[in-house]
């Protein structure tokens, strides 16, 4: 593993270092999680981005047109 130097205001730091006592791991085990979250985060908008190039807003109009009048399923209701 590799180390890496990264320079943090100290506000932010006092919040990761509170965050971590709070959930009980060390600093550099939550910056990491945050980390991956942040490219989980970065790697899911790219996919949903993808998807919506290939959407196809008519098709899918007219799969709503098919349906029209039909009532809502259970627990899809609008509410009153």
Do not use: C, F, W
Not at 30 to 54: C, E, F, P, V
């Amino acid at each position: 593993m590799k180390k890496v130097q990264l320079r943090v205001p100290n506000d932010i730091l006092e919040q990761v270092r509170a965050a971590a006592d709070e959930e009980r791991v060390t600093l550099d085990h939550l910056i990491l999680s945050y980390i991956a979250d942040g490219l989980d985060q970065r790697t899911n908008l790219k996919m949903m981005r993808a998807r919506a190039r290939r959407a196809d807003p008519e098709r899918a109009l007219a799969i709503l047109d098919r349906i029209e009048g039909m009532p809502p399923e259970r627990g899809d209701e609008m509410p009153r």
